[in-house]
């Protein structure tokens, strides 16, 4: 794992400062804090004999002396007090990320029209299992994704980074593209047709359909100048179970594996070109955008 690819980890980072912190604590807790005791009870035993000492030579010895030794010996060093005071939250922080809720940011417009660049979404980590951070390791079977679900993902081709798409074909599935309309498992999906969706990022237009996808209706975007095959897909593994041609592709999908695509059909790098998601790459199912810095009335649960 290169440098940085640790970096763009924050997994990883948060689980070394979780368990670094953590060792601190434990050590001041159950052997440093003690150890300071010791050495304050010492202390403030010679403290005590020197003071009587004097005492009875007539000399008076300043009362608050003794609680300032006691308090110098016993203070943290600055290295133990702030690893003790980061490692709850830090270890708060790595559980509700690594087992209930991460937050993501939205990159790009391949989710469009569901999801726009800068949307700041939670995505729910144990919808699909729970995992083991850092390797993503499922421990406790819980579901599985189902068609339509927004799913985020560890990218096939770089692990290290996330992806969000859209399920479209589950283990089993038959997943065609025809002239831009989806077939699964022979049959095809029902499009309404809704007025042109205006990317304002780019300032273009995009002819807009409700794709109902087995159960679950959302919104989709098409480009009528973008062909509807798909120009130089990827040597992927099980390559073998799609075919491609001049109106589109037909894949099917491998056990414990999941088809992928945008909302923005024309506009998507996704499981067309560099195929099918493992289910050990799932990371969770998104569901809300809890803040757009530019525009707050995006905030809520999505399709």
């Not at 403290?47 to 203070?75: C, H, M, N, P, W």
């Amino acid at each position: 794992m290169s440098f940085q690819s640790i970096l763009g980890n924050f997994a990883l980072i948060l689980f070394v400062l979780t368990v670094g912190t953590g060792i601190v604590w434990f050590l001041d807790v159950f052997f440093l804090s003690k150890q300071r005791r010791l050495a304050a009870d010492k202390a403030l035993a010679e403290f005590d004999a020197r003071t009587a000492k004097l005492e009875a030579d007539g000399i008076r010895v300043e009362q608050g002396k003794r609680a300032e030794i006691e308090a110098s010996i016993l203070r943290q060093p600055v290295w133990i007090e702030y690893s003790g005071s980061f490692f709850p939250v830090i270890a708060l922080v790595f559980f509700l990320r690594s087992f209930l809720y991460e937050p993501f940011k939205i990159p790009s417009s391949s989710m469009l029209p569901t999801l726009f660049v800068g949307d700041l979404i939670l995505v729910n980590k144990f919808e699909y299992g729970i995992r083991l951070p850092i390797i993503n390791k499922k421990v406790v079977e819980v579901s599985n994704p189902q068609r339509g679900d927004v799913m985020v993902f560890k990218y096939p081709v770089d692990p290290t980074v996330d992806y969000i798409k859209r399920v479209v074909g589950v283990p089993g599935d038959k997943v065609t593209y025809r002239n831009k309309r989806l077939l699964i498992n022979g049959k095809t999906l029902s499009y309404q047709a809704m007025p042109d969706f205006l990317d304002e990022e780019h300032l273009n237009y995009s002819k807009q359909y409700t794709e109902n996808l087995t159960g679950v209706s959302h919104r989709i975007l098409n480009d009528e100048q973008a062909p509807a095959f798909v120009r130089d897909p990827f040597n992927f593994p099980k390559r073998e179970n799609c075919t491609y041609d001049t109106e589109g592709f037909s894949c099917v999908v491998p056990e414990g594996h999941y088809f992928m695509m945008g909302d923005n059909r024309d506009n998507s790098l996704d499981s067309r070109y560099w195929g099918f998601v493992p289910d050990q790459n799932i990371v969770g199912k998104a569901f809300f955008i809890w803040m757009n810095l530019g525009n707050i009335k995006r905030i809520g649960s999505f399709n």
